[in-house]
């Protein structure tokens, strides 16, 4: 009777913790696409203008190409930033995972070491994501692109 509590109470937290984290993701993106209206906002604003040049338009960031006009490797470049990002997701919600598969294991060995595998295995890919991700922001930013 005492495990299944402590179980449902573990159970709970995590589904607390999960909800919690995924409302801060919620709210950062939400707060991005926002501040990207209001860049839209303001760089529409300077290009109605009259007697805005080239100039103060590339200073404001409202020069950058957008959409279907992206170079090719300005395309590669977003490919490949998505999927890092996408490994990481990945490896954050196998860590999750893994980390209420280890405090319901409830003592059985054989779940406790699957579970410490797991975290690892999430672990490494973080770390990968990490690392992929500052090795294409050195090429890139070495490149030029």
């Given at each position: 009777?005492?495990?299944?509590?402590?179980?449902?109470?573990?159970?709970?937290?995590?589904?607390?913790?999960?909800?919690?984290?995924?409302?801060?993701?919620?709210?950062?993106?939400?707060?991005?696409?926002?501040?990207?209206?209001?860049?839209?906002?303001?760089?529409?604003?300077?290009?109605?203008?009259?007697?805005?040049?080239?100039?103060?338009?590339?200073?404001?960031?409202?020069?950058?190409?957008?959409?279907?006009n992206k170079s090719l490797p300005a395309l590669i470049n977003t490919l490949i930033n998505v999927a890092i990002s996408i490994v990481?997701?990945?490896?954050?919600?196998?860590?999750?995972?893994?980390?209420?598969?280890?405090?319901?294991?409830?003592?059985?060995?054989?779940?406790?070491?699957?579970?410490?595998?797991?975290?690892?295995?999430?672990?490494?890919?973080?770390?990968?994501?990490?690392?992929?991700?500052?090795?294409?922001?050195?090429?890139?930013?070495?490149?030029?692109?």
């Open positions: 009777m005492r495990k299944t509590g402590m179980r449902r109470l573990r159970m709970t937290i995590g589904v607390l913790v999960i909800l919690a984290l995924s409302m801060v993701g919620v709210t950062v993106l939400t707060q991005n696409t926002l501040a990207a209206n209001e860049a839209k906002k303001v760089c529409d604003e300077l290009r109605g203008a009259a007697d805005v040049t080239d100039d103060v338009l590339e200073a404001a960031g409202c020069l950058e190409s957008e959409g279907s990481g997701i990945v490896s954050v919600g196998a860590l999750v995972i893994a980390g209420q598969r280890y405090i319901v294991s409830g003592g059985d060995s054989s779940k406790v070491v699957a579970a410490k595998k797991m975290i690892t295995y999430a672990v490494v890919g973080l770390i990968v994501s990490f690392l992929a991700f500052a090795v294409v922001r050195f090429v890139t930013t070495s490149i030029g692109l």
